[in-house]
């Protein structure tokens, strides 16, 4: 069955830099399209990147220059680094695959307060 499970999340000043990681398995990892997504309190979940099974990369207009996706098919990894953060980054993040129906993560809190 697919599994996607988050870690890397925590609390961080503004400015500072957190780095996230989405252990995938259950499907050929490196033949799908990978994302993560955001759902601050009160807000919908939110696109933040995806990276295609090329490699090619796309982000939110609110992270562009500031977040970078990647991923490593021998590992079957989706990596979220995060640089420049501000208080409006905080939310739970989401690591997301779509293999027949969209499959979640549990979610790791990505918190950015001083």
């Known amino acids: 069955q697919v599994q996607l499970v988050e870690s890397g999340g925590g609390l961080v000043q503004p400015g500072g830099s957190l780095r996230l990681s989405c252990a995938a398995s259950?499907?050929?990892?490196?033949?799908?399209?990978m994302r993560w997504y955001r759902q601050a309190p009160g807000k919908q979940r939110e696109l933040v990147a995806q990276i295609t099974r090329y490699g090619t990369t796309n982000y939110a207009d609110s992270v562009k220059g500031r977040f970078t996706i990647s991923r490593d098919n021998a590992k079957n990894t989706v990596n979220l680094q995060m640089n420049s953060l501000k208080p409006e980054d905080t939310a739970v993040y989401y690591c997301?695959?779509?293999?027949?129906?969209?499959?979640w993560g549990q979610g790791t809190q990505v918190t950015v307060s001083s």
């Open positions: 997301n695959v779509l293999y027949f129906r969209d499959y």
């Open positions: 259950g499907f050929t990892f490196s033949t799908y399209a």
